[in-house]
Structures are given as C-alpha cells and as structure tokens.
Antibody, heavy 123, light 110 residues
Framework: QVQLVESGGGVVQPGRSLELSCTAS????????LHWVRQAPGKGLEWVAV????????YYADAVKGRFTISRDNSKNTLYLQMNSLTAADTAMYYC????????????????WGKGTTVTVSS | QSVLTQPPSASGTPGQRVIISCSGS????????VSWFQQLPGSAPKLILY???QRPLGVPDRFSGSKSGTSASLAISGLQSEDETDYYC???????????FGGGTKLTVL
C-alpha cells in the first residue's frame, strides 16, 4: 500500500526550529519529486517546497525562502523539512505529497498525500 | 490572495450539475496541466482530476474537468450530499517556480 506518514510536528516557541519527517512505504521515493504543502487553521492549501528525485533541485514558496530547507534521504525513503525562525504565521497542518514526475525537468501533480502533522508556533 | 482564482463558494441541489472555475495566467494554467483536489473536513486533500481532464481510478465519472487558455473548470454532475466539501485547483507556475493553488471553493448541496 502506497503511503506517506509525516511526523515531527508539535508546539514550538516563536523563533525556534523544528524538523518534520515524511516516511514513505509501498514505493521507492528515489524515482519521485516530493512536496511539502501546508494549511493554516481554517485556510486553504499553501504550497511550501519541492525537491527533485535526487535532491539536486529545490524550490520554495516566498513565505518560507531562507528559513525552511527541504531535503531527502533516499536510502531511508524519507523526506525532511527543516524549519527555522518560526513565527505564528507558520502554524499549520503540514502535508507531504508525491509528485508523479521525478522533477528532473518539470513537476506535474501530487497523487499521494500523507495525513499531515500539526505545527503550532506559540509562546 | 491566491495566484489561481476560484469562487469561494458554490451550491446546487441533489442531482444538479455544478461547475467550479479556476482562473490563472499564461505562466501557470496557460502552460501547464491543472489538477483538482477534494478535501473532506479533517482529512488530507484527495486528487480527483489530473492533467486537466483525467480521473484517477475510483473517482466517479460524475467528476469531469476542462481547460481553455488560462482557465480551467471542474464539473460535478448528479450532485450528491457527499460532494459537499472543499475543492482546490493547482498548477505549476513557470515564472514563480512554484506550485500555485486556488483559494478553494466550498461546495454546498442544498
């Protein structure tokens, strides 16, 4: 069964850091680009970042550029999101999602999503 | 303000056909494929249309999609009470080098 499971969420103080993980099962992530998407409480979906199959290409939303880092360990079948200098605006459910392409030359659409992990930034 | 524009709400009665629009620009919808997601309360988004018009296995053929120029639309025919939830469109944006989502449409079945 193809599945993504996020972990690492929690309550963190403003200005602090947090690292999210997303572990895949039922497929090998090395063939796919992977995304992080977030959703603030009561709000719509907001794309955060994408990483190509081999980690050579990374793109970020302006709202997180310079603060968040997306990475992957294909040997562990796991995707990561390092989040620094967190603010209340980063409070959201964070989803990882699989792209149907490798991300070598393009990105198409997200066909598999995890159930999400909640990040709350509060003092 | 979302890069892709969707109506915040839509409604219809059971059995009716409803259309949800998604408007973008030449750098996103105009040059890339559109996907649509359904999100039930408390759940992760679920892919219901990809490549503008294609349905994943298991998605009823009541759901259909189209794209013309810089706009796309999701049509739901034979509306059912279980269709009452949120819908989002998405596409890659070549200028932003980012995935852009619509703001979401809350569908109400009257």
């Amino acid at each position: 069964q193809v599945q993504l499971v996020e972990s690492g969420g929690g309550v963190v103080q403003p200005g602090r850091s947090l690292e999210l993980s997303c572990t895949a099962s039922g497929f090998i992530i090395s063939g796919y680009a992977l995304h992080w998407v977030r959703q603030a409480p009561g709000k719509g979906l907001e794309w955060v970042a994408v990483i190509s199959y081999d980690g050579s290409k990374k793109y970020y939303a302006d709202a997180v550029k310079g603060r968040f880092t997306i990475s992957r360990d294909n040997s562990k079948n796991t995707l990561y999101l390092q989040m620094n200098s967190l603010t209340a605006a980063d409070t959201a459910m964070y989803y990882c999602a699989r792209d149907t392409t490798s991300g070598y030359s393009r990105y198409d659409y997200m066909d598999v999503w995890g159930k999400g992990t909640t990040v709350t930034v509060s003092s | 303000q979302s890069v892709l524009t969707q109506p915040p709400s839509a409604s219809g009665t059971p059995g009716q056909r409803v259309i949800i629009s998604c408007s973008g620009s030449s750098s996103n919808i105009g040059s890339n494929i559109v996907s649509w997601f359904q999100q039930l309360p408390g759940s992760a988004p679920k892919l219901i249309l990809y490549s503008n018009t294609q349905r994943p296995l298991g998605v009823p053929d009541r759901f259909s999609g189209s794209k013309s120029g810089t706009s796309a639309s999701l049509a739901i025919s034979g509306l059912q009470s279980e269709d009452e939830t949120d819908y989002y469109c998405a596409a890659w944006d070549d200028s932003l080098n980012a995935v852009v989502f619509g703001g979401g449409t809350k569908l109400t079945v009257l």
